[in-house]
């Protein structure tokens, strides 16, 4: 009896351009920068993108990509200096320690294990937020979390579409 992978896709994927990896990032940081006011269940955007590309490509997005897109983040929002490096920090961290596990899951089950780390950047976003001295933001402000996890699937398939472009053919290559 053989083992079969639990993902539907036989395709091996193209590599992803470094360039493509920084334009999602750049993009999820514009995305975060939207004026929505105290919009409950948007997800953070630079999070989601971080997790994605630190599950999917731990060698090339990491924790200098996270301390450097946390700083960013810090500076545009006017937060507590430090407190999206630490959170983006962890998660990078997090995420590449546990890609090869994730990526063994088919898409429903990667929001579920990418749910608790999408949690615990929001938590430690309210903690050092809180060690500052801010209130307490309310329940409502962990939705973010579940609308990332509920997004991780159309994320997954917009990000890897670069990748699925088709190679040219070689007639004297069968492969």
Known sequence: MAIQPTHSSRRILLPV????????????????LIPLGHAVGVPDWVA?????????????VGM???????????VASGSVMGQHPLA??????????????????PLAQQALHVLPLLL??????VATRMAGGA????WGYFLGSFSG???WFPLTFVLLLPQYQPVERDENRPI
């Open 17 to 32: 351009k470094q360039w493509f990896i920084l334009f999602s990032l750049a993009a999820a940081f514009f995305l975060d």
């Open 48 to 60: 989601l993108v971080l997790a994605f590309w630190s599950v999917r490509e731990p060698q090339r």
């Open 64 to 74: 200098g990509t996270a301390f450097v897109a946390g700083l960013l983040m810090d």
């Open 88 to 105: 983006y920090l962890l998660l990078a961290y997090a995420g590449g320690g546990l890609s090869r596990r994730i990526l063994w899951f």
């Open 120 to 125: 615990a950047t929001q938590l430690v976003m």
């Open 135 to 138: 209130d307490f933001p309310g």
């Open 149 to 151: 996890a509920l997004l």
